[in-house]
């Protein structure tokens, strides 16, 4: 080979090598164009439904970009509240009920061709729970609710609180949980409230509940504590002429002036309602039995003779629940 031909072959090696090295940055930087769309960039909101002046951060993350790269801008109205690099986080508290807060983000990921834009509406939202004992036992004239039992029925109630969307207006679907767990039962499109029968064994429910509306303008969650409680026997007197007198409790021990009185015993919050064939009543008089009055609830005294006391026992019970039980004492001086 010939000194000519080794230098044709040097210089076309030669160029073929600067060729490459020129060619390597542009296709580099081609393939670092990647289109990020919307759809990349996700968005998180703690809480998920927040409430008016609770505390609020919005999250940003994507698999497609590397976030802690890119430009970020936050603006709200016309104010600019953050910018800067992998700035994919923002906290705030919410306005009051009724008030929205906008935010548009601008996006422009490391080595991106364009900017993705995301707008997160913020619109706090109350709703509340209501609750109530449905087949809890209260006498009449007494001023407060039935206190749920072991073993009783409990109806739960969500009430939304806004101007655009009130309780029965609207269309909004629930989400009813029961201790973490999802009711599918109860949930659904306007089920607003939620029935369920108390644990035997637990000492509170809780009971969450998540409300959103169709048309997406309105959302919010609530988590309440359902406490148990015990049945109480209250002792009354029954005058022949005014009825019984829940204005004045017996006390657990009481004088009887009378040739004869009758007491009634009220078996405070016991699931009584709608179960009244299923409860059992007892009394005794000085630890003896005696058979069950014609009433259940009420008993008649006729001393034979003054002096002395007569202890009055009862006991009711559900048949059918093992701690659905009351009991009651009373000590009469004669």
């Known amino acids: 080979m010939n000194k000519v031909k080794i230098t044709k072959i040097k210089i076309f090696l030669l160029g073929v090598f600067i060729i490459g090295i020129i060619n390597i940055p542009y296709l580099s930087y081609a393939e670092t164009q990647i289109e990020i769309q919307e759809g990349d960039i996700n968005v998180e909101t703690v809480p998920n439904n927040p409430q008016p002046y609770q505390d609020v951060t919005i999250n ?28 994919t986080s923002y906290s705030f508290k919410a306005l009051g009920p009724n008030t929205t807060t906008v935010f548009d983000i601008n996006i422009t990921p490391a080595g991106a061709m364009s900017t993705v834009s995301k707008r997160v509406v913020i619109s706090p939202s109350e709703i509340e729970i209501m609750w109530e004992s449905v087949d809890g036992y209260t006498p009449p004239f007494y001023k407060g609710k039935a206190l749920p039992i072991s073993g009783g029925l409990i109806r739960a109630v969500a009430i939304p609180n806004t101007n655009t969307i009130k309780s029965g207006n609207g269309s909004i679907t629930y989400t009813w949980k029961n201790a973490d767990n999802t009711v599918l039962d109860a949930s659904g499109y306007n089920k607003n409230s939620y029935v369920f029968k108390n644990s035997l064994f637990d000492t509170k429910n809780v009971i969450s509940v998540i409300a959103q509306s169709v048309s997406g303008n309105y959302g919010a969650e609530n988590t309440i504590d359902i406490p148990v409680y015990q049945p109480k026997m209250v002792f009354y007197k029954k005058s022949p002429t005014e009825g019984i007198l829940y204005n004045n409790a017996l006390g657990s021990e009481s004088v009887m002036t009378e040739d004869e009185m009758t007491i009634v015993a009220e078996p405070y919050f016991l699931s009584i309602k709608g179960n009244e064939d299923k409860f059992t009543y007892g009394w005794k008089i000085n630890g003896a039995d005696i058979d069950t009055p014609l009433k259940k609830t009420e008993l008649t005294v006729r001393p034979t003779a003054r002096g002395g006391y007569a202890t009055i026992d009862v006991l009711i019970a559900n048949a059918n629940e093992l701690y659905q039980t009351v009991t009651g004492q009373l000590k009469l001086d004669l």
């Open 60 to 87: 940003l993350s994507s698999y497609a970009t590397d976030l802690n790269k890119a430009i970020i801008t936050w603006q709200s109205g016309s104010n600019t509240v953050l910018s800067g690099i992998g700035k």
